[in-house]
């Protein structure tokens, strides 16, 4: 059994900093260093560690943010997964924690950012979290020294979780729920990722087109309502949200 708590101790914040490192390949100089994690813990955000038989094998962090007018919210900024342990839905069970926090603290937004070229964590968030997206932000943190991105500039997918809406309440209790029509498809080859390592300029011309049609319609006030997958592609679709 997987057991998930929250993160207080200074030996458990620098048990994230060095699981950081495993799953990403960070050089030092990009590690969320172990005061990070100690002012978070100090200004009312959330540190959720997964253990198996007390090794910590996943976490989750996130800080309390301000939108304009007064909203609080929660900016879920990096969750992690060792590699054998992913695919069985801890990183579902660590969100659920975080909603389950959330709500326990009169929140309803928890917000962060996804690499658009990932298929299956735009899956996971939109389809088993039931998240909507309406923003798209170019190189938002640089390049970085993680093999996992490939040389490519960070653009991100910005994910707004209402998790008091009826959208998140069916989809995270495993139930059907309406959705109106897409007006619009954004499809990503499914080979994307091995692109990304085997022909990189093919790989950012995706990207560009991309984010090409994101900002087109994003400006046009659609917003990412839902996803399918084939064999051949992911596909973002994009409608009115309710």
């Known amino acids: 059994m997987i057991e998930i708590h929250q993160l207080t101790q200074l030996e458990e914040f620098a048990a994230v900093v060095r699981l950081q490192r495993e799953i990403w390949g960070f050089d030092d ?29 996943a976490f989750c962090l996130g800080i309390p943010g301000l939108k304009a007018g007064g909203k609080y919210y929660i900016h879920s900024h990096m969750m992690g997964v060792l590699a054998p342990y992913r695919n069985g839905g801890l990183g579902r069970r660590l ?9 326990g ?56 979780w209402w998790i008091r809406s009826p959208r998140v309440e069916a989809v995270t209790a495993g139930q059907p729920f309406d959705r109106l029509p897409a007006e619009v498809r954004i499809a990503i080859p499914s080979n994307i990722s091995a692109l990304i390592e085997s022909d ?20 046009a006030g659609l917003a990412v309502i839902g996803f399918e997958r084939t064999e051949d592609s992911g596909t973002y679709l994009l409608g009115t949200w309710e």
């Open 200 to 219: 990189p300029p093919r790989a950012r011309q995706i990207q560009e087109q991309v984010g090409e049609q994101f900002d087109e319609h994003f400006r």
């Open 95 to 103: 969100k659920l924690a975080q909603r389950e926090w959330a709500l």
């Open 29 to 57: 100089v990009e590690l969320l260093p172990q005061r990070m994690f100690v002012v978070a813990d100090k200004i009312g955000g959330q540190i959720l560690g997964a253990f198996d038989n007390g090794k910590m094998v």
């Open 105 to 160: 603290h009169d929140i309803d937004l928890i917000e962060w950012t996804f690499d658009p070229l990932q298929l299956k964590n735009a899956f996971f968030n939109i389809e088993r979290l039931g998240v909507i997206i309406r923003r798209y932000v170019h190189n938002q943190y640089g390049t970085t020294t993680s093999a996992l991105h490939g040389g490519l500039p960070t653009d991100r997918l910005v994910p707004e």
